[in-house]
């Protein structure tokens, strides 16, 4: 592969600036992870705030059984879905943005060699 350490002119007939697109698509990437680290650690110290608690006794009732235990910890099993959520969601945006510079890289580039 040869690249050329000539200046490239700005084509005028493109709706956007490369530039401007790759930046929003690493802040997504950046944004994602920052997003998902945040409701990990916030659902980690829940769940250990209830075990310390259940632990302690403050959540158990005489006569609670296996079932009603695990009821009073299934609100922290959806606690983290949001966040996986908005993960995969910022992913595929920056993923699509990277892929939407590359099929529009090739089609001029196909339309340059005819």
Known sequence: MTESNEKQEKFLGAYFDRDSVLKLSRWADLLSWVTLTLYALTWLFSVLLFLSQYANGMMGDKGMSFLMGLNMFSPFL?????????????QAVSKV???M???EDNTRRGARKQ
């Open 78 to 90: 959806t606690q983290l879905l949001p966040g996986v959520f908005y993960f995969f969601g910022l």
């Open 97 to 99: 943005l990277l892929i």
């Open 101 to 103: 510079l590359d099929v």
